[in-house]
């Protein structure tokens, strides 16, 4: 079950270019129509059918390509399996077809996810989002303030902060100064300044980072 991360985003522009910048971004996060999209600054580049979940049935599809590309050290794994070994099942000449039959692979998906790794680095579209942005997708934006050089806006996303999203963002955007609060319910929280790249982590959040916005509205 995934966690439900609320952020408070705060974002400066400290020259006339970064005012520029700011533009951008807000056109490309879809501030303006009520949402916040990380998707809109760091695009997701799977299609709609690349785009697969981890499952068993994927996970012993792509052992099973796995060991075609000759590399069986994944799909040896599943001999030690007690359902495996239950069903008399010693070798791997009998371990594909056997795995196929009894539905316990799904090639099509193991297909997808060998070529997603080829592809992208990345068997799933969990995986790829983590990597890159730190969490699975941002939803529900909340609350927004926007002003010339400097834009506040409270999302959530799944699963923790967008972490590495802001870091990448930050390069893209050298002009802007990014400044990220963030808490999942009854678990942690903290903050995260980023500019040009050049993140820094915090365990406790900004003092009057949260008054900051409240006073704006």
């Keep these: 079950m995934s966690e439900k991360c609320e952020n408070i985003l705060r974002v400066t522009a400290f020259s006339p270019d970064g005012e520029v910048q700011l533009k951008n971004f807000i056109t490309k996060s879809k501030i303006n129509n009520e949402t916040f ?98 969490t699975i997708g941002s939803y529900d934006s909340k609350e927004q303030y926007t002003q010339n050089d400097i834009i506040c806006v409270t999302f959530f996303t799944k699963n923790g902060p967008p972490d590495r999203w802001l870091k990448t963002i930050s390069s893209d955007f050298p002009k802007l100064h990014f400044n990220l609060v963030w808490e999942v319910p009854f678990c942690n929280g903290g903050a995260i300044d980023a500019l040009n790249g050049d993140i820094v982590i915090y365990n406790d959040k900004f003092p009057g980072f949260e008054e900051f916005f409240e006073a704006e509205q």
Excluded: C
Aim: proline share 4%; net charge negative.
């Design 37 to 134: 999209d990380i998707e809109g600054t760091f695009p997701f580049p799977m299609t709609k059918d690349e785009a697969i979940s981890w499952s068993s049935m994927m996970s012993a599809g792509l052992a099973i390509f796995k060991h075609r590309s000759g590399d069986s050290s994944e799909l040896e794994k599943y001999l030690k399996y007690p359902w495996v070994i239950s069903a008399g099942i010693k070798e791997l000449s009998r371990l594909e077809p056997f795995l196929i039959d009894s539905g316990a692979a799904d090639v099509n998906l193991g297909q997808i996810a060998s070529g997603n790794l080829l592809k992208y680095g990345y068997a799933t579209e969990h995986d790829w989002k983590e990597a890159h942005w730190g």
